[in-house]
């Protein structure tokens, strides 16, 4: 993330943005083809690639882009993709985290997967539904409601609305409303002990909301102290100054979180309770009341309004929704565009789809191939992405015991496909590894045979990705065949090639050596949708 330079501006420069070295104004930026801005855009805001009829908008009018994000940051798949990108900041959907599972609540018919689903997205939830119904960004910290499916409403204090998903719901146990700061999730994900007293968690509030993260801040011990000697060392927290540097602003935002204070990580009865009467506990611990930046506090409620009133808070929003949809860490030389962002932001009513809709707009999103350290001429597929996309194409999800093997990375391969775990592994690849490969090839595969076999059994105008395939011929070169190799071109790659191209001729003589060997059309169609799907496009977009 870069410096908070930039908090200065208030107003976005007039004319293009000032930057030292790499050029970012449209004028010096190669503009990406309409086409892959759409396979882009449509990714980033829905999960999926365009369809054959919007790549046809595209073609036929190159400035229909536009029109298509704007659909496409109303689509119902908006919120949840907002949430599957944040889920590398807040980190909480993790299988290492969490010291109970479904068995300690006594709900032996649950499995550890759907237990695990439920509390790791329950603050993402929340993050969902703000960026779907345009809801103020500072909800996140000030809501007095929260989101929870049924089994959260099983376990939790939660008088929660009646439905089947995720529904508004509201604690019952005292605790403040402070969005999801007061979520179990939350502090179930980020514990802390005795020493560290609620250190850890108040370095998260300021690393997830504010953008600024205590741990990366360079610190000079003083050599002489005792670290072994323990008042020695509470009395250099609040005299040395050294110490000071961080702990002035620290432990009072530690002293905020006392009311989950839990003795025993182990036991429910602990752990799913919120507890009032330890919020003074701070008392004991570090002697140091709760207070925001010099400005004090009380109860959790009262932090959630200081953030929200902290002009860092709406700029953190801007630095994380830049950086996720760039997909690059920013540099200095983004500073003029990120006020761009911000006055867009703030304009739109600190809404998420305000933010997002200004970073899609941006020359920087759409860069061509340009060598340059502000360009983003490609982006990887994060491992959420890479499933929702071949499920789209194919139907096909990758599940074994109640487990998604791209979201798990316990049970499957979510790390290997370069995917964060939230616990050992914080943050997605960027770049392709050899495990990521390895997994693209299995998944392709599998979701191919899927697709083959699905699509072939059904009528053609109810199949999802073989509409031209016609069940009479056996030859990869025969007319329906070579239409189907078309259309598998556009459809996911958004890509028209001529049925002499060398892709469709080369396809073409797979098919008809699979065929050779196995006398089916189904294992043939297989065979070519594999080698399709395991095209680098589908993981570098």
Known sequence: MVIHLWLACATPPEGPPATTGTPTTPEAVVAMDPARVAIRASLDLRGVRPSIEEFDRVAADPAAVDELVEEWLHDLRFGSRMADLWSEVYLTRSEAAYYVGPDDYGLYDVSGADFLHSVGDQPLRMLARIADEDRPWTELVTADWTLADPLLGQIWPLEREEGDGWTEARWTDARPDAGVLSSNTLWWRYTSTDSNANRKRANQ??????????????????RALDLLDEEAVLTALQTNPACLNCHASLDPLAGYLYGFWYYDYYSVADLTEYHPERELQWGDQTGVPPGYFGSPGFT??????????????????????????????LVLDDTGRLVQHREAFIQGGATLRALVRSVIASPEYRAGDVDDAVSVPWKLASADLLASQIEDLTGFRWTTDGYDLLQSADVGFRTLAGGADGYYATK?????????????ERLAEAAAAYVAATDLA???TERRLLVDVDAAE??????????????????????RVAETDPEVVELAALYDDVFAIQQDPTSAWAAVVSALLRDPDLLLY
């Open 205 to 222: 509030i300021s690393r997830i909301f504010l953008c600024e993260d205590y741990l990366v801040r360079p610190i000079e011990f003083d």
């Open 300 to 329: 959790l409620k009262d932090l959630g309004r200081q953030l929200a009133a902290d002009n860092r808070f709406a700029e953190c929003a801007v630095e994380q929704a830049t950086h996720l949809l760039l997909g690059r860490d």
């Open 428 to 440: 997605g690849a960027t770049l392709p590894n050899a495990t990521l490969v390895l997994t693209h």
């Open 458 to 460: 059904l009528d053609p």
């Open 474 to 495: 056996t030859s990869g070169s025969a007319p329906s065949s070579v239409r189907q190799l078309q259309t598998l071109h556009l459809r996911l790659f958004g890509k």
